[in-house]
Each structure stands twice: as structure tokens, then as C-alpha cells.
């Protein structure tokens, strides 16, 4: 919920916006957001398709690539990735498999199209979760 007041993740609430994620994200969760930054939404080519309300559907498929239901802090996913020699899997609420690895003392989230995302700022506690920011967008499917 908080998510909204950070300037950095202005274009990830929009995106959220024109998706009508708005409703499921204020229920009571927990839920771990991966949320890509500004930066990373900018890599994106056409970033403007992303708002466009005949893009709903795929707009919302790539967001919920990014949310995992429960509240998985970075050490429960250190935890985790401790537990299965490395290599911890978590289901997103899209169904996709997001797998963690560390690389250096970088945890990298890889999806299942081989897209990869490091986590540059972990553990923004909210009210019904946390969120943790990553450097670039999971693209489940072509927009």
C-alpha cells in the first residue's frame, strides 16, 4: 500500500492502476511485491502500451509475474534458498515460477523465460506485505 508515496515506483502504481490490480493488492494479503523501479519500467520500448486500457489483460499477466502470495521477507528467501542447496523456487499468483539464486551477495530472481532481476532494495515492510525493489521488468508475454 505504501508503494504509492514512493517517487521511485511511480510508473509501477500507474501501471498497477490500469490494470485494476488496485482492489487485490488492498486486501489483507500477506503478499511480496518484486517491484520494478522506474529505471526499470524505462527499459521497457513502448512503456505507454502498458497504460493503454486495450492492454488490461497483458498488463495484468505481467504484474502478477511479480507478486508471490505470503510474506517473504530476504531472509526467508535466504532461508529458503539455504534449505534447497542454493536455489529457492516461489510460485507467483500468476502461477509462473520465480527461482532465487545469489550472485556475489545479490540475490537474482530468474523467471521461467530465463528473464533475470536482482533485488537492489529488499524488505519495504507494508501493512500486507513487503515489497522488495528489482532492477528490471518480468515480461511473461509479448505487449
Excluded: R, W
Aim: with cysteine.
Amino acid at each position: 500500500k505504501n508503494t504509492g508515496s514512493s517517487k521511485k515506483h511511480s510508473t509501477l502504481m500507474a501501471v498497477i492502476k490500469a490494470a485494476d490490480l488496485e482492489e487485490i493488492l488492498n486486501y489483507d494479503g500477506p503478499f511480496t511485491v518484486f517491484a520494478p523501479s522506474n529505471v526499470a519500467f524505462n527499459s521497457i520500448k513502448d512503456i505507454n502500451s502498458l497504460l493503454d486500457p486495450t492492454h488490461k489483460k497483458e498488463v495484468y499477466s505481467l504484474l502478477t509475474h511479480h507478486i508471490v502470495a505470503g510474506n517473504l521477507s530476504a531472509s526467508k528467501i535466504l532461508k529458503a534458498m539455504c534449505s534447497g542447496n542454493g536455489i529457492a523456487s516461489f510460485t507467483t499468483i500468476l502461477g509462473n515460477e520465480l527461482v532465487a539464486t545469489m550472485k556475489g551477495t545479490d540475490i537474482v530472481l530468474t523467471d521461467e523465460f530465463g528473464n533475470t532481476a536482482k533485488i537492489v532494495n529488499a524488505d519495504a515492510n507494508q501493512c500486507n506485505g513487503v515489497i522488495h525493489e528489482i532492477d528490471s521488468v518480468f515480461l511473461p508475454n509479448k505487449i
